[in-house]
């Protein structure tokens, strides 16, 4: 079985949205897969104290500068987005809706809703946003937005927030390497230094 790297993310953080450009590829390097895990940082911030990085002086105008600074380093596409944070809910419970059919098309939804949003500033906290950015990958939206009502949906999204949580996750992005933390989007290099060399 290919060894893994997890991915804990939500669809809200910027830095969540830079780590996912990076983390396939360094998971390739390496001859592993990605695990995409969406979650809710809201739950996690109940737990920690925290609130939304946007809403806390000083560190929200920040987060703005260096957000858009760290897009054009690695020359990826960035649009502040009207709505921040967006509610994540639908586009998590989407994700978990297809992956139980198709892991690797959830994995493309994932990119695609992380693009419409950090990508193109678009708002997809509805359903309706997020099918619609379905729509374009040839998934049924009418299904999705059927799916994302189902109960084991909702629980499923319910359970990897908890696991994470109970990892010890309190932020996103946040990876583990056969077990190793790693937290934030700027720790994908390191990652990559862990794997080359065995760890230290």
């Not at 500068?65 to 419970?93: I, K, Q």
């Not at 809703?113 to 619609?132: L, N, Q, T």
Request: proline share 6%; aromatic share 12%; net charge negative.
């Amino acid at each position: 079985m290919t060894a893994s790297i997890e991915f804990y993310f939500d669809f809200a953080s910027p830095y969540g949205y830079l780590g996912s450009m990076r983390i396939d590829g360094v998971a390739a390097k390496h001859g592993r897969i990605a695990r995409w895990r969406p979650i809710l940082l809201g739950v996690l911030f109940k737990h920690t104290g925290m609130t939304p990085n946007m809403h806390q002086p000083l560190r929200g105008e920040y987060l703005r500068h260096d957000t858009a600074r760290c897009a054009r380093e690695l020359g990826v596409p960035y649009t502040f987005p009207s709505v921040m944070p967006m509610n994540s809910v639908a586009a998590s419970r989407a994700f978990y809706w297809q992956e139980a059919t198709d892991a690797e098309l959830a994995r493309r939804l994932a990119a695609a809703i992380y693009h419409a949003h950090w990508g193109e500033g678009r708002d997809m906290g509805s359903p309706e946003a997020v099918a619609s950015v379905a729509e374009t990958l040839a998934i049924d939206p009418g299904a999705l937005l059927n799916g994302l009502q189902q109960p084991e949906v909702k629980d499923r999204l319910r359970r990897e927030t908890d696991t994470a949580l109970a990892r010890g996750v309190f932020g996103a992005p946040f990876f583990f390497v056969d077990g190793e933390p790693f937290w934030g989007a700027d720790r994908v290099d390191q990652i990559d230094r862990w794997l080359t060399t065995g760890g230290w």
